[in-house]
């Protein structure tokens, strides 16, 4: 990561942060492992949000501390969509604004996805078939990864410049976002790993494992039990496992609130997964001013 660090720096763009986000390339020139890839990110609208894909330039976009006190905290969220799309509305950044809110720094992550032409189409079709699913996100999973390692050493790295504490850095991820999470927090190094994580609806299809880190990463997990795609036994693998290594672990089953709720309202239990993350965040010392 230590030949990235130049081009990190160089690559912030200059503009006020009161008023435009950042927008960070993680990388110089192609991303590692595809190097070949000829496609250019798009956008669309679907289930009533925006998302994007064919990402092949991963980038951290930077929504700084808002309000009176900046906590010193910083999260970088990694919206789902099954490694065809990103859910960059309810699940990027929506989560961002409430969060900055409430005095942390965020950094929405886009990472790289399937190549496709109608993501939300061909994943569906996909999903009816477990072998042509596999052989479309086997691949690029993997990539997914590096890049959220990578976010992880950029924000630590320059923790100074967004006057974050470097060792109050959180990953939260969703669906497969969670997934991507979870391989973080397993295959981490010193500069590369999360001080807590939160993986929301984890996607257990793709991820990388490995033993549950040493050091200290407190988990905060949340899911519904009438989850389309029946992800709560992905949750309390998870949830068991920070439990048997003894490390600090909250995890939430909600009655209802099925598959992807992010920030939506739909008027189910799982409406109140943002209040119960906040005191998660209270209760761990990670909205008081950092020392």
Same mark, same amino acid.
């Given at each position: ?202 996607? #257990? ?20 039990? #009438? ?65």
């Amino acid at each position: 990561m230590k030949k990235y660090s130049l081009f990190f720096l160089l690559s912030i763009a200059m503009v006020s942060h009161a008023q435009v986000q950042r927008v960070i390339r993680l990388y110089p020139g192609k991303a590692p492992g595809s190097e070949k890839w000829t496609w250019h990110e798009q956008a669309t609208e679907v289930y009533g949000t925006k998302i994007i894909y064919n990402v092949a330039e991963p980038t951290l976009t930077v929504y700084p501390a808002l309000g009176t006190v900046n906590t010193g905290t910083s999260v970088i969220v990694a919206p789902g969509g099954g490694l065809f799309y990103l859910a960059m509305g309810y699940e990027g950044n929506e989560v961002a604004e409430w969060l900055s809110k409430k005095g942390v720094t965020v950094f929405v992550l886009k990472y790289r996805l399937v190549h496709t032409t109608d993501p939300a189409k061909e994943f569906m079709a996909a999903f009816g078939s477990p072998q042509k699913l596999d052989s479309l996100t086997h691949p690029i999973f993997p990539l997914a990864m590096e890049d959220g390692l990578a976010a992880v050493a950029y924000v630590r790295k320059n923790a100074s410049l967004y006057k974050i504490n470097p060792g109050r850095i959180g990953f939260m991820g969703f669906s497969a976002g969670g997934g991507v999470a979870m391989s973080v927090a397993y295959n981490s190094t010193d500069e590369s790993r999360p001080n807590f994580i939160a993986p929301m609806y984890a996607w #257990d299809k793709d991820i990388i494992g490995g033993p549950v880190p040493k050091e200290k990463m407190p988990a905060f997990i949340a899911v519904a039990s #009438d989850d389309i795609f029946r992800l709560v036994p992905v949750s309390v693998d998870i949830y068991n496992k920070w439990l048997a290594a003894r490390q600090p672990v909250q995890l939430i089953i909600y009655q209802n609130g099925d598959h992807g709720f992010g920030m939506k309202k739909q008027g189910t239990l799982s409406d109140t997964w943002t209040a119960r993350f906040e005191e998660w965040l209270e209760a761990n010392g990670l909205l008081l001013p950092s020392k």
